[in-house]
């Protein structure tokens, strides 16, 4: 097949949405990675044109897409039910046409939820990446979203911020605690929801990403040696 980036439009139900492929800068990927947007966001909205472009420089094929809310231009999320069925379908379109030497799934926010729900449920990928996992909803930390991540079997690899107001860290700390040694967490230092930091933490976004592609480069080396735990 091509290696250019691709459009490819997706049936869901009696609907279809837009998601686009886009190789690896690398000859020899490593690996295609179902990318889901936030509850907030699109597929081509800033956070998930910067992180794309980090995934794609570490060897992974990246598929984005939109949910049908969004595709529909609407602001309202789907139930999760279609939004699982959204991250399946998207997966299984990748699975078909690329057949990838591994297939990740994961996305910021609600997406990444969304793609850990479907795992937690037995569909067969070889790891997760979830960025900004909302463990809360804002301000209101008694309503942990943690009850499916006991059930997940792959590699995990989980970025928050520090200051991110959907996910207190000493709430997911004690998560983790709990979850099987296959989870991977790093924490940003000062950065939000957005992995946006502010002028006066002494660092910068564009650091943010470079801590994101450095630890998730490093996660997909583990990957790839033999006895990594799945």
């Known amino acids: 097949m091509t290696r250019a980036s691709t459009e490819w439009r997706i049936a869901i139900g009696d609907a279809a949405v837009s998601a686009l492929f886009e190789p690896a800068t690398r000859d020899e ?12 966001g699109h597929r ?7 992180l794309a472009e980090v995934f794609r420089n570490i060897g992974l094929d990246t598929i984005r897409f939109n949910f049908p809310y969004r595709e529909r231009g609407s602001g309202r ?10 991250v399946a379908a998207v997966a299984e379109r990748a699975r078909s046409e690329l057949s990838p030497r591994r ?3 994961g996305g910021r926010s609600m997406g990444g939820r ?3 729900m479907l795992a937690a449920d037995g569909w067969a990928c070889d790891g997760l990446i979830l960025l900004a996992y909302p463990l809360h909803p804002a301000g209101q930390p008694e309503k942990l979203r943690d009850a499916h991540l006991g059930a997940l079997r792959t590699p995990v690899l989980c970025f928050n911020g520090t ?15 709990r ?23 002494g660092t910068n976004d564009a650091a943010v990403m470079d801590r994101i592609a450095a630890s998730s480069a490093e996660w997909l080396g583990r990957l790839s040696r033999p006895g990594h735990a799945h």
């Open 29 to 40: 990927p490593a690996g295609a990675f179902v990318f889901a947007h936030g509850a907030g």
């Open 44 to 50: 081509a909205d800033r956070g998930m044109n910067a």
């Open 77 to 86: 999320p789907d139930p999760m039910p279609l939004l699982l069925q959204s």
């Open 103 to 105: 297939l990740l799934l």
């Open 114 to 116: 969304a793609a850990s």
């Open 163 to 177: 200051r991110d107001a959907l996910c207190r860290r000493d709430l997911m700390d004690e998560v983790v605690a």
């Open 179 to 201: 979850l099987p040694r296959t989870w991977t967490m790093h924490w940003l230092e000062g950065a939000d929801h957005s992995f946006h930091v502010l002028k006066s933490s």
